[in-house]
Structures are given as C-alpha cells and as structure tokens.
C-alpha cells in the first residue's frame, strides 16, 4: 500500500512540474533593477553556462551557479548540451566597483559581469535569490538590467565560538549564510574567558588546559553548574580550511585574539602571564573579571607576539583584531610590575584617561606595531580609544555609535557594530521560553540604522567602512538556536550594508525576506518568523 501512495505522489508531483517566474526583488535589494523590452529568458534543462575567463575563481563562480540552480528548483543544467540559451559569466574591466556587477537579461543570454570573479560572485547570489523555490520544469527571467555594487566595503558578521565551541559543519554553513546575503567578512572570535580555542604550537598548554572548563553555569547566573566539562578548539588545519572555505565565496576570516582582558583561558595554561601569577581557572561562569594580562611584564609581550605570529601564519587578512574590550585594570593598580612600567614609560594620567588605561593603550600599540612589521593592521573595540591610538588601527564602535564618530574624528578607520542595533545575542521579542542574555532588539530596529546619515561630518563619511552584527554565545548553545537569533535580523543589517539608504523601505524588505525565508527553511534554519507573519 505505502509503495503504491508513493508513486501516486511521485506521479503527482512530476505532472504538476511546471514553469515558473523569476522575480528580482531580492536581499539585500540591488542598487537597480530596470524592467527592458523584449521575450524573456527561459531557464531549462537545456540552459548552458558559459565561463568566458579561464579564471579559477570564475569557474568556482559557474560551478556555484549550478548547483544552486538545481537546488532551488531542482533543474540540473545538462552541461554537454549547447543547443539551449546560455548564461554567460564574464570580467568586465569597465565596471568601476570591486565588487559590483551588472546583469543583462535577454530572450536567448543572461549575462552577468563584474569588475573581478568576487563581483560576479554577487551577481550569482542575486540571480540565486531571484529563482523561486520550487520544483519546477522551467523558470521565466522577464527581459531587464540590474546594475548593483556595495554601499560599504566592509560587511561583517561575528561569531563568538569561546563562550561556546561551533563545529566545523556549522562554521562552513555559517559562511554559507554569509555568502547568500552578500556579507564579505567573518570576525571570528576565538579565545575568552571560558576558552581558548586555537591550536597554537608554541604553547600547547593553552588547549591542553586553556579549551577546557570544568562546569557552565547554568541559565542566567544562577549560580548552580551543569558538572559537565566543556571544551573544543580549533586546530591549524581547520582553520586553514575555514580560511579557504570562506576565500572560496570571497569572505574575509579575521579572527580575534581578545587581550588583554577576556583571557583567562590562556592564564589558567600560563599563570606567570597574570599579574597575581595564579592559580586561575577557565570561567564557568559569563561576565567581566579581573584578572587579566600583566602589562608589566616582558614575558607577556613575547607571548603575544608569539601567539600573533602564529595565527598570521594561518589568516592572510590583513586585519587582526586584538580586542581591547572590558578590561579591568585593577590588578595594574597593585601590581609592582604594572606600575614599574608606568613609571617607566612615564605615564601620568591626562585627558580623563588613568595611567593604567595609558598602560592599556600603550600595550595594545605594542602588539599593532609588531604585526605592523608582518604587514598587518589591528582592529579593536571602542575601548582602545581610552588613550593614543596607533594611527593604522581599525575602532569596532559597539558601545553605541560614539566610538565610531570619535574614531573619525581622530582619523581613525571605524566600523560600526553597536549594541543598540546590532547584537544578535539580545531577544527579537518578548519570549518566556528562552533564555538569553537580555535586551529587546527587534528586526525593524536592526533595519533602521543608518550608519552615516547625508549629513553627516565628512570625516565620518570618510571613515565609517561599514557595519557588523555580532552574536556572543553565552546563552547561543548551537545550531538551532544560533540561526533564530542570526536571521532575519543579519539579512537587515546586510541590507544596510549594500544598499544605498534611500533604497531602503522596510515594508519592501519585508516581503523580500519572506521569500528567502523560504531558503532559510529549505536549508533548515529555523529562524524568528514574527517579521513574516501579517500583523493585524
Ligand atoms: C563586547 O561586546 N564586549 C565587545
Ligand atoms: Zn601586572
């Protein structure tokens, strides 16, 4: 009996195969999309696409192409066939964006051009996001231009892999999140507190010890464990294929290496690098402590530069974020070695800054010039701002927008990833059933920012190189969790990044998201859907 329902429903299903239409209303919206005269294009079997560049990246870009073709509608391009229409995928030097592309749609070709093989690969993405997502025989692309490019070089999105360790699976769909909404770069956070999570040679204590806790607190700082250890780490070579994973759909990995605060997992391994020298433990628990790198010590210097060096070798961005973010300086106060280094330095306390926090400034100016001299620029949060900033830094402004605007102000790059808008870890809505870290942040105020307004002063419009969400996991334990808290408030956020303000609607966005949730659903992430449901 089941045999027979099922091929009745096989037989259904391939006799209500039908043709369907593409519609380019896509997210993040593309810059222009102009209706032009003349038959559409027919996607088929029988559809060809031709790489015109014998560029690997180009040919990557064409395979990518495919596969999410037969994805979306299950049509499997029959690639020895040269008879049907063809999408042609080509460089063009002309068009002025890195990243921009254009796509021309007539009866018998779909072209899509860019500057580079990156371009094209957004190209791709738009024209992925245009198919409907169905089973279908054909699929109709109405005759049209879309011409399209970033508003901001810099589209991020961080995950905090300490709190709690993501494997390698989620890590790669992750970036596959990343690439369906046009986000160019991975901040990667790899070491806290309650874990170090890369595999460094030279100290082996730092996973042997510093990746395990003991326990985790459980709910929101209950003060009772879960007697569980928990640990993981990363090692080199999965990073290296992460970096490539992620080089592949032309995403940036910077990791972070958070210092001098956030570090008890590697003091737990490495006690002498503490002001007090010990013993500490891996944090069971989230929060701020005390204990932290000590800024009078040599040996602290070394083995940062050591650790930095090593994680160079695996990441080739050239930013490296060094954190800088909630560290208390206590411990400096009363430690000998901390304040011999003051008064060594001469470091007084001026301009509302104690000396401790010139002590913090003029370590983190120690770190971004060594890995100047490896060819590397630092970013750090808005803390780093707490006194003089080495000139190549890079300002994370995430404690609201000030940062941002007195980064600017020094001549200091900045992007702007502030709580108010952008932190995935705070509720979409009131829930009871979910506990999470705190703080309401709904889609439609993630969708609002506008990081640079026209009127901004100039030397922010020169400065601002774009915006990031960001997801601390305290309380994000996995899979499931982590893409309801991600969409579809990261698909907001990229469209602030790519999309010119004044193209912005929220009502518009709305409904375009609706259709790619139905993505998300196909991919099984299971995202908050309050922004889908019809309000009454
Ligand atoms: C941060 O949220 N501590 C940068
Ligand atoms: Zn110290």
New binding site residues.
Partial sequence: MKKILLSVALMVASISLHATDANYQVVPLPQSVTAEKGAPFVLEVFTSINVASKDDAMRRNGEFLKQYITEATGITLDDQNKKGNTIILKLNPKIENEEGYVITIKAKTITIEGKTPRGVFYGVQTLRKSLPLEKAKSVTFPAARIVDYPRFGYRGTMLDCARHYFKMDFIKEFIDMLALHNINTFHWHLTEDQGWRVQIDRYPKLTEIGSKRAQTVIGRMTGLYDDTPYGGYYTKDEMREVVKYAADRYITVIPEIDMPGHMLGALAAYPELGCTGGPYKVAEQWGVFPDILCAGNPKTYEFVNNVLDEIVDIFPSKYIHIGG??APRVRWQHCPRCQAEIKRLGLKGSNGFSAEAQLQAYFMNQVAKHLESKGRNIIG?DEILEGDVDKGTTVMS?RGVNGGIEAAKRGLDAIMTPTTYYYLDFYQKPDNRMILIGNMLPVETTYSYNPVPDDAAPELKKHVKGVQA?L?TEYIIGRDLAFFQILPRVAAMAETAWTENNKKDFASFKTRETRLNELYKHFGWKTCQDLYKEKK
Avoid: G, K, L, Q
């Fill in positions: 973010d909630e949060w995430w960001n601390w």
